[in-house]
């Protein structure tokens, strides 16, 4: 390990709803959230960024904005929305 070389990477922080109370959740903060099972599986970094601080063990970090989710019995759609990333 470098001891000049410093990081701290926070991978997920946010405040938000639950499901309990209704159908829609939301929440705001960097959340970590599965957009891509090609992506997570092979660790592309393509639509969940990772943090490469340690390239043999890369983490998967979450994205920033505002996010909210729909269930129904059927399944759940996701929206989006950041000002930093987009998707």
Do not use: M, N
Not at 9 to 36: F, N, T
Not at 42 to 65: A, C, K, N, S
């Amino acid at each position: 390990e470098c001891p000049d070389c410093s990081a701290f990477e926070l991978p997920e922080a946010y405040v938000g709803s639950s499901h309990e109370l209704s159908r829609w959740s939301v929440q705001i903060g960097r959340v970590r959230k599965s957009w891509s099972v090609l992506d997570q599986t092979w660790q592309l970094g393509i639509y969940q960024p990772r943090f490469v601080y340690d390239y043999l063990h890369p983490e998967t970090v979450g994205l920033f904005g505002v996010f909210s989710d729909y269930r129904w019995g059927g399944g759940t759609v996701s929206f989006f929305v950041s000002p930093i990333f987009s998707l």
